[in-house]
Nanobody
Framework: QVQLVESGGDLVQPGGSLTLSCAASGIIFSIYTMGWYRQAPGKQRELVAAATSGGTTNYADSVKGRFTLSRDNAKNTVHLQMNSLKPEDTAVYYC?????????????WGQGTQVTVSS
């Protein structure tokens, strides 16, 4: 049974920092692309950042220079360090594990953690 368990969501003031964590179980963590997505009220879920199994990390333009994704294959965890937070970063943040086998896309989601940026 695959489980992705997020933690770290909170209420933070604009300009503040927060670190989200995701602990994975039930998958061979090292071969999956691990990412963070977010969904704000009334908006579609969007990619925030993702790190491939080969170590390549991509970020949404809106978070470049502010957010840093890191993965620890030994501990099956992925973290999202968020700095200089803005009100528009407010959303539910979801951990994602994904890989493609032949033409089949395998993906798993966590339950989400709320991040609210407000004064």
């Amino acid at each position: 049974q695959v489980q992705l368990v997020e933690s770290g969501g909170d209420l933070v003031q604009p300009g503040g920092s927060l670190t989200l964590s995701c602990a994975a179980s039930g998958i061979i963590f090292s071969i999956y692309t691990m990412g963070w997505y977010r969904q704000a009220p009334g908006k579609q879920r969007e990619l925030v950042a993702a790190a491939t199994s080969g170590g390549t990390t991509n970020y949404a333009d809106s978070v470049k220079g502010r957010f840093t994704l890191s993965r620890d294959n030994a501990k099956n965890t992925v973290h999202l360090q968020m700095n200089s937070l803005k009100p528009e970063d407010t959303a539910v943040y979801y951990c994602n594990a994904e890989r493609t086998v032949a033409t089949t896309r395998l993906y798993f989601w966590g339950q989400g953690t709320q991040v609210t940026v407000s004064s």
